[in-house]
């Protein structure tokens, strides 16, 4: 068990006797606090689960977290499935891609849900779903009239849905334009199908199907009250014969757990199935296998019996109950070195000079919530850290103290307008003042606490005093399980809040209350609080953590690859006309930002903040270019309706820095000393950036460590620099791939050039 788990679960069994005496409840130096000011909202009620699930803390984040916000749920995209829950029983629908022009003379695609087929208890008129169970990519609803109950199971990635119920029959109503026959090799099997699809219903032995109207009616045998549905990749026989020898082993649990291989410098990850079989002979279960599981993947389980189309590309189908992937670690480094050329590190200091005198107006400039307050504290910490390696450390101090005091300004509980608070009944740390729902939605924790963890860990890469457990490293550390606890079925918080293990990438919506399922715009945002994590875990002497960041930001940026930017050429339609996602969700692609259409914004919000963790962006420099080519065109769309950025250069610090993840050269002329620059940034870190990769060349990624903090930039000429910091107090013999070998010093970042 982590140490931080330990402290949390023992301060929550406190909270009852210490609320008595004081509405805080200490951790460390600070504290949260047990109740709401009257102004502030609460966080949402999530009544909808059943007895043993109100005992766990609740699963929000999702893509089934609707089903415990609302008597029915919203659409749930388990994919390549549809599911939602309605005062019917489960519709069951396998989307097809449609196209929707939009204002902006592009499209979105969606893959809405259809109710193909619905299960419907006969017997009884289900007063409500609830969730009944989850593992880590399936999920069980229950359908319940007092004590009567239809019992659902719809996974990520699976071809069926397995149902039980404990009272009655069951009824199949078609969707409009499907029909029901029965499969002529067995009489247990229903195809159900239109033009397009093609479903398979098992009935148990001794079941048997009666038309009924527009419906078929199962009748049930009183010891065999299962069922299960599946969509099938073709109507051949042979396809059906596949999916009956799966037809009678529901899933029981789904895990994916993860160890890091250091020699290679892989996260190495084990998806497992756990399946019961009901009749017949033993299965395995059926597992869909996305994009990012299946591309270059050499461990592949057996031979695909099909595919299935899908939002995230071609489903591949397998007879089997595990697979394994291997994703590289391409590594970072927490800061960059001194730039050395006297030029550009004399333009660094005169901006520094400027920006430090105005720092504290710059660490909160738009919103007050945690959200702004987060991204500021990050950004003067960025500053900080520049100061750090140019030598200047007066600059340092002033900046590490301003830093420090807002942190406890808000770490401490004494204010009633910038505060933390526990929340038992959902397991969760919100703040005061909400910003952008993250409260009532419980949005974006992932987001905003990603900020506070890293701007907390650059504090303590200089003042390792001020983040121990018992000052005010301790509520950090709530941060940090609320977002990011790694145990399951907790009752104080739950497992991976944001992280979807199989999809492998983060949610933002906590309720997911949208018929296009839940959502993540930033993905690089998500990264961000990855690469915090890892650097947290590796200053508090936790490698537990920073296994665990290390296993988060390998995968989400796996997916990122895949779902955002699509630098394989897999995943996105050819109907799509934009180059990138900006907006995924469970059922739509969308080239758009939540507050504005505006391309730069569109564009910025999936590499914002652009800090030595982001260089997973060089991964394809001929997608960066094709990137911002699309750009260039876009703008000169929006301009062509009538529209024009404020600031017309929004944001041009952003694509400087992108580019020269490409190109440092190009970047660098890019760059202009008087435009606008991201709110979350400064001009002196932009230069610094900047100016350290002219002088380096670009990342290359391909050369890895046998360490976790790592850096190596190659110059056209094929010169290589690489970079090592050594948390630890002894020196560090390191072996990179490409065969060079340094030791790295204790308690600091060593360059060989």
């Given at each position: 068990?982590?140490?931080?788990?330990?402290?949390?679960?023992?301060?929550?069994?406190?909270?009852?006797?210490?609320?008595?005496?004081?509405?805080?409840?200490?951790?460390?130096?600070?504290?949260?606090?047990?109740?709401?000011?009257?102004?502030?909202?609460?966080?949402?009620?999530?009544?909808?689960?059943?007895?043993?699930?109100?005992?766990?803390?609740?699963?929000?984040?999702?893509?089934?977290?609707?089903?415990?916000?609302?008597?029915?749920?919203?659409?749930?995209?388990?994919?390549?499935?549809?599911?939602?829950?309605?005062?019917?029983?489960?519709?069951?629908?396998?989307?097809?891609?449609?196209?929707?022009?939009?204002?902006?003379?592009?499209?979105?695609?969606?893959?809405?849900?259809?109710?193909?087929?619905?299960?419907?208890?006969?017997?009884?008129?289900?007063?409500?779903?609830?969730?009944?169970?989850?593992?880590?990519?399936?999920?069980?609803?229950?359908?319940?009239?007092?004590?009567?109950?239809?019992?659902?199971?719809?996974?990520?990635?699976?071809?069926?849905?397995?149902?039980?119920?404990?009272?009655?029959?069951?009824?199949?109503?078609?969707?409009?334009?499907?029909?029901?026959?029965?499969?002529?090799?067995?009489?247990?099997?229903?195809?159900?199908?239109?033009?397009?699809?093609?479903?398979?219903?098992?009935?148990?032995?001794?079941?048997?199907?009666?038309?009924?109207?527009?419906?078929?009616?199962?009748?049930?045998?009183?010891?065999?009250?299962?069922?299960?549905?599946?969509?099938?990749?073709?109507?051949?026989?042979?396809?059906?014969?596949?999916?009956?020898?799966?037809?009678?082993?529901?899933?029981?649990?789904?895990?994916?757990?993860?160890?890091?291989?250091?020699?290679?410098?892989?996260?190495?990850?084990?998806?497992?199935?756990?399946?019961?079989?009901?009749?017949?002979?033993?299965?395995?279960?059926?597992?869909?296998?996305?994009?990012?599981?299946?591309?270059?993947?050499?461990?592949?389980?057996?031979?695909?019996?099909?595919?299935?189309?899908?939002?995230?590309?071609?489903?591949?189908?397998?007879?089997?109950?595990?697979?394994?992937?291997?994703?590289?670690?391409?590594?970072?480094?927490?800061?960059?070195?001194?730039?050395?050329?006297?030029?550009?590190?004399?333009?660094?200091?005169?901006?520094?000079?400027?920006?430090?005198?105005?720092?504290?107006?710059?660490?909160?400039?738009?919103?007050?919530?945690?959200?702004?307050?987060?991204?500021?504290?990050?950004?003067?910490?960025?500053?900080?850290?520049?100061?750090?390696?140019?030598?200047?450390?007066?600059?340092?101090?002033?900046?590490?103290?301003?830093?420090?005091?807002?942190?406890?300004?808000?770490?401490?509980?004494?204010?009633?307008?910038?505060?933390?608070?526990?929340?038992?009944?959902?397991?969760?740390?919100?703040?005061?003042?909400?910003?952008?729902?993250?409260?009532?939605?419980?949005?974006?924790?992932?987001?905003?606490?990603?900020?506070?963890?890293?701007?907390?860990?650059?504090?303590?890469?200089?003042?390792?005093?001020?983040?121990?457990?018992?000052?005010?490293?301790?509520?950090?550390?709530?941060?940090?399980?609320?977002?990011?606890?790694?145990?399951?079925?907790?009752?104080?918080?739950?497992?991976?809040?944001?992280?979807?293990?199989?999809?492998?990438?983060?949610?933002?919506?906590?309720?997911?209350?949208?018929?296009?399922?839940?959502?993540?715009?930033?993905?690089?945002?998500?990264?961000?609080?990855?690469?915090?994590?890892?650097?947290?875990?590796?200053?508090?002497?936790?490698?537990?953590?920073?296994?665990?960041?290390?296993?988060?930001?390998?995968?989400?940026?796996?997916?990122?690859?895949?779902?955002?930017?699509?630098?394989?050429?897999?995943?996105?339609?050819?109907?799509?006309?934009?180059?990138?996602?900006?907006?995924?969700?469970?059922?739509?692609?969308?080239?758009?930002?939540?507050?504005?259409?505006?391309?730069?914004?569109?564009?910025?919000?999936?590499?914002?903040?652009?800090?030595?963790a982001s260089t997973y962006l060089a991964q394809s420099p001929t997608f960066v270019h094709k990137n911002m080519a699309a750009l260039a065109r876009e703008?000169?769309?929006?301009?062509?309706?009538?529209?024009?950025?404020?600031?017309?250069?929004?944001?041009?610090?952003?694509?400087?820095?992108?580019?020269?993840?490409?190109?440092?050269?190009?970047?660098?002329?890019?760059?202009?000393?008087?435009?606008?620059?991201?709110?979350?940034?400064?001009?002196?870190?932009?230069?610094?950036?900047?100016?350290?990769?002219?002088?380096?060349?670009?990342?290359?990624?391909?050369?890895?460590?046998?360490?976790?903090?790592?850096?190596?930039?190659?110059?056209?000429?094929?010169?290589?620099?690489?970079?090592?910091?050594?948390?630890?107090?002894?020196?560090?013999?390191?072996?990179?791939?490409?065969?060079?070998?340094?030791?790295?010093?204790?308690?600091?970042?060593?360059?060989?050039?």
């Amino acid at each position: 068990m982590m140490y931080f788990h330990r402290s949390v679960a023992v301060l929550m069994l406190c909270v009852a006797g210490l609320a008595m005496a004081s509405d805080i409840v200490p951790q460390g130096l600070g504290g949260w606090r047990t109740q709401v000011s009257a102004a502030d909202n609460p966080v949402p009620a999530a009544p909808y689960r059943t007895a043993a699930m109100l005992e766990r803390a609740a699963p929000t984040n999702q893509w089934y977290s609707s089903v415990m916000f609302t008597r029915w749920s919203e659409v749930l995209h388990a994919v390549p499935l549809t599911a939602k829950a309605s005062p019917r029983g489960l519709e069951v629908g396998y989307p097809q891609k449609t196209i929707v022009p939009t204002d902006r003379k592009d499209v979105e695609v969606v893959y809405g849900h259809h109710a193909d087929v619905t299960l419907r208890p006969l017997a009884f008129e289900p007063q409500a779903a609830l969730l009944a169970g989850h593992s880590d990519w399936a999920v069980d609803i229950a359908f319940e009239s007092q004590n009567h109950a239809m019992v659902t199971t719809v996974a990520h990635g699976s071809p069926f849905v397995f149902a039980n119920i404990n009272h009655g029959d069951l009824a199949l109503d078609l969707g409009a334009g499907m029909t029901g026959r029965i499969w002529p090799q067995d009489a247990r099997v229903l195809l159900i199908s239109d033009a397009r699809k093609t479903f398979a219903a098992f009935a148990p032995t001794q079941g048997q199907w009666v038309p009924l109207g527009a419906s078929w009616q199962l009748k049930l045998p009183s010891d065999r009250r299962y069922f299960s549905l599946a969509i099938l990749p073709d109507a051949q026989d042979a396809t059906v014969q596949n999916f009956l020898a799966q037809a009678y082993t529901p899933i029981v649990d789904t895990r994916a757990d993860f160890r890091i291989d250091s020699k290679t410098s892989e996260v190495v990850t084990h998806y497992q199935l756990s399946t019961q079989t009901l009749e017949g002979p033993k299965g395995t279960g059926m597992l869909g296998l996305y994009p990012h599981h299946w591309h270059q993947n050499a461990a592949l389980p057996a031979k695909s019996i099909g595919s299935l189309q899908s939002i995230r590309g071609e489903i591949k189908l397998f007879a089997s109950e595990r697979f394994e992937t291997r994703h590289r670690y391409t590594g970072y480094v927490p800061y960059w070195p001194a730039v050395q050329d006297e030029g550009k590190a004399k333009a660094i200091r005169t901006n520094l000079s400027k920006e430090s005198g105005r720092a504290r107006r710059m660490m909160l400039e738009i919103g007050q919530g945690p959200y702004w307050q987060g991204k500021g504290l990050q950004r003067i910490s960025q500053l900080m850290s520049v100061a750090d390696v140019q030598g200047d450390l007066t600059t340092r101090n002033e900046l590490m103290d301003l830093v420090k005091g807002r942190f406890e300004q808000w770490l401490s509980g004494q204010s009633k307008r910038t505060y933390f608070h526990y929340s038992p009944t959902l397991g969760t740390v919100v703040s005061y003042p909400e910003e952008y729902d993250a409260v009532k939605d419980m949005n974006d924790h992932h987001f905003h606490y990603g900020y506070w963890i890293r701007a907390a860990a650059d504090i303590g890469l200089r003042d390792p005093q001020w983040i121990r457990p018992e000052r005010w490293g301790g509520m950090i550390d709530l941060l940090v399980a609320d977002i990011a606890t790694a145990q399951r079925g907790r009752k104080d918080f739950p497992y991976l809040r944001n992280f979807d293990p199989y999809e492998g990438h983060s949610w933002a919506s906590g309720v997911g209350l949208s018929p296009d399922g839940n959502n993540q715009e930033s993905s690089s945002e998500a990264v961000n609080a990855w690469a915090g994590l890892m650097l947290w875990g590796a200053l508090q002497g936790r490698p537990d953590l920073v296994d665990l960041g290390t296993y988060l930001y390998t995968t989400e940026i796996q997916a990122i690859q895949h779902y955002w930017f699509d630098i394989h050429g897999l995943t996105l339609p050819k109907e799509y006309q934009n180059v990138e996602v900006s907006m995924l969700f469970g059922g739509k692609l969308a080239h758009n930002t939540w507050w504005i259409d505006e391309p730069r914004q569109i564009h910025g919000i999936n590499l914002l903040p652009l800090t030595s963790a982001s260089t997973y962006l060089a991964q394809s420099p001929t997608f960066v270019h094709k990137n911002m080519a699309a750009l260039a065109r876009e703008i000169q769309t929006y301009e062509g309706r009538g529209k024009r950025a404020k600031p017309h250069d929004i944001w041009q610090d952003l694509f400087a820095k992108y580019v020269a993840l490409a190109d440092p050269v190009q970047g660098l002329a890019r760059w202009d000393e008087w435009g606008s620059v991201e709110l979350g940034d400064t001009r002196t870190h932009a230069q610094h950036w900047l100016a350290f990769l002219a002088s380096v060349g670009r990342p290359d990624l391909g050369v890895s460590a046998d360490t976790r903090f790592y850096a190596v930039f190659q110059q056209n000429d094929q010169r290589k620099t690489y970079m090592v910091f050594n948390p630890s107090t002894q020196a560090q013999p390191v072996r990179f791939s490409d065969g060079q070998v340094m030791t790295a010093q204790p308690l600091q970042l060593t360059v060989l050039r």
